[in-house]
């Protein structure tokens, strides 16, 4: 497994602002992965960060809204950007540790209001 | 139809009893395949995996695996108020994606 964490653990932030959140690994990973869980929801993927490589978002999410950085394998961020109250949400970071990266382990979230 | 299915439930269980939690997919091509559990207000976590069919023990938890029949499952043995939680079915593609199921909510009465 891997120790994970994120900052911040929580925020609430007006509309039209913008918010990054760090995931920190205590190992080094090549994939990392972005998630938004909505109140009593499941998890949905927003993008997929590898180091050295561009993040690859999933249908609904685009770069200009959430941009992602990994300047390294053990580091990520994801900006919540212009941000609404639809973005109310806990995003979670993970980390995938088996060799095609699906046995991920999570950090423990953001919990973010917007107002 | 979703590609990972579960009972939202609540699944109610008696302290002691077994607890049966059930997940089908849509991809035959899928390899891999997990259950999270995932406290309220907490971030899920890894408590099982599988890859072939059959069983896989651990402890008090049990997967089972059915390729043909698309199904995938997980047995907690003498059920604690503590295994109170919603768990996630996970389900890794043949294209390599991971999809999530939108869990099943256990509670155990003590």
């Known amino acids: 497994s891997a120790v994970i964490s994120q900052k911040p653990s929580r925020d609430i932030c007006q509309r039209g602002t913008s918010l990054t959140i760090q995931c920190q690994v205590d190992s080094q990973v090549t994939m990392m992965f972005w998630y938004r869980q909505q109140p009593g929801q499941s998890l949905t993927l927003i993008a997929t960060a590898n180091q050295g490589s561009e993040a690859t978002y999933e249908s609904g999410f685009v770069i200009d809204k959430f941009p992602i950085s990994r300047p390294n394998l053990t580091f990520s961020t994801l900006t919540v950007s212009n941000m609404s109250p639809e973005d109310s949400s806990i995003y979670l970071c993970?980390?995938?540790?088996?060799?095609?990266?699906?046995?991920?382990?999570f950090g423990p979230g953001t919990r973010l209001l917007v107002l | 139809q979703k590609e990972v299915e579960q009972n939202s439930g609540p699944l109610s269980v008696p302290e002691g009893a077994i607890a049966s939690l059930n997940c089908t997919y849509s991809?035959?091509?899928?390899?891999?395949f997990f259950w999270y559990r995932q406290y309220s207000g907490k971030s899920p976590e890894l408590i099982m995996s599988i890859y072939s069919n059959g069983d896989k023990e651990d402890g008090r938890f049990t997967a089972q695996l059915n390729k043909a029949s698309q199904y995938v499952s997980l047995l907690i043995r003498d059920s604690q108020p503590s295994d109170s939680a919603t768990y996630l079915c996970?389900?890794?593609?043949?294209?390599?994606?991971?999809?999530f199921g939108a869990g099943t909510r256990l509670f155990v009465k003590a």
């Open positions: 996970a389900v890794t593609t043949g294209g390599f994606k991971t999809i």
């Open positions: 993970s980390v995938g540790l088996s060799k095609r990266g699906e046995t991920q382990y």
């Open positions: 991809d035959r091509g899928s390899q891999s």
